[in-house]
C-alpha cells in the first residue's frame, strides 16, 4: 500500500514554544491531506483538511491561528503548533488519499508540552 | 454533516470465536465505508473497505457488510487469534476529492486466548 511518513515522532517542548510537524507522502501524490488528534483511549477527530496550493479547511473550535497548515507541495504538508500549552499535548496524525481515494495514515507524533 | 455511531465500545472473545462490529452512518451521499485497525501507539492501518455498490465484501478471516437503506455496516471477524486484539474505526466519507473520512469512537477488540 500507498507510505506517508511523519516526523518527528515525539516530540517534548516547553509551553510557549513552537512545534512543527511534516507530513509527506512517499509514493505518491496528494493534493489533499488531512490532519487528525487522538487523545488517550478516544477517537480520531479531524482538525482540518489541507490543500495543496490554497488555505486548510479548519473544523470547527480548531483554532486556524494556533494550528497552522501549510501544503506547499504534492507531497508535504505541515502542522505547526504555535505557542503549545499542555493542553495541546496529544498525539497528531496525519492522512492522505491516493488517486483512488484511499485514505492512508502516517505513523503519528506524540506531542508532549511541559 | 456526515455522523458515525459505532458499537460495542468494547468485546471481548474468546479464540477461535467470531467478533462483529456495528456502525450506523447518518448521511445517505455516504458512498465509501473503511475499517482501520490501531494499535497502542501506532497508526490505524486500513484492514477492509467496502464502497456502495456492493453489499459484502470479504478478505480472508475479515468481511465487511453494508445495508444501503438501513445506513448500516458491520465489521465480521472470524476464527479470532490473539493478534487481532486492538481497537478497531469504521469511518464513511463521499468517496471523492478532499471529502475527509468520518471515524467512529471505535471498538477496543480483546481476543482472550
Known amino acids: 500500500g500507498a507510505v506517508v511518513s511523519q516526523h518527528p515522532s515525539w516530540v517534548i517542548c516547553k509551553s510557549g514554544t513552537s512545534v512543527k510537524i511534516e507530513c509527506r507522502s512517499l509514493d505518491f501524490q496528494a493534493t489533499t491531506m488531512f490532519w487528525y488528534r487522538q487523545f488517550p483511549k478516544q477517537s480520531l477527530m479531524l482538525m482540518a483538511t489541507?490543500?495543496?496550493?490554497?488555505?486548510?479547511?479548519?473544523e470547527q473550535g480548531v483554532e486556524k491561528d494556533k494550528f497552522l497548515i501549510n501544503h506547499a507541495s504534492l507531497t508535504l504538508s505541515t502542522l505547526t503548533v504555535t505557542s503549545a500549552h499542555p493542553e495541546d499535548s496529544s498525539f497528531y496524525i496525519c492522512s492522505a488519499r491516493n488517486q483512488g481515494n484511499t485514505q492512508y495514515f502516517g505513523p503519528g507524533t506524540r506531542l508532549t508540552v511541559l | 454533516g456526515e455522523n458515525v455511531e459505532q458499537h460495542p465500545s468494547t468485546l471481548s472473545v474468546q479464540e477461535g470465536d467470531s467478533a462483529v462490529i456495528k456502525c450506523t452512518y447518518s448521511?445517505?451521499?455516504?458512498?465509501?465505508f473503511p475499517w482501520y485497525k490501531q494499535e497502542l501507539g501506532k497508526r490505524p492501518q486500513l484492514i477492509i473497505d467496502i464502497r456502495s455498490n456492493v453489499g459484502e465484501k470479504k478478505d480472508q478471516r475479515i468481511a465487511v457488510t453494508l445495508n444501503k437503506t438501513a445506513k448500516h455496516f458491520s465489521l465480521h471477524i472470524t476464527e479470532t487469534q490473539p493478534e487481532d486484539s486492538a481497537v478497531y474505526f469504521c469511518?464513511?466519507?463521499?468517496?471523492?476529492?478532499?471529502?475527509?473520512?468520518?471515524f467512529g469512537k471505535g471498538t477496543r477488540l480483546s481476543v482472550i486466548a
Open positions: 448521511d445517505s451521499a455516504s458512498n465509501y
Open positions: 469511518a464513511a466519507s463521499i468517496n471523492s476529492g478532499n471529502t475527509p473520512l468520518v
Open positions: 489541507s490543500n495543496e496550493g490554497s488555505k486548510a479547511t479548519y
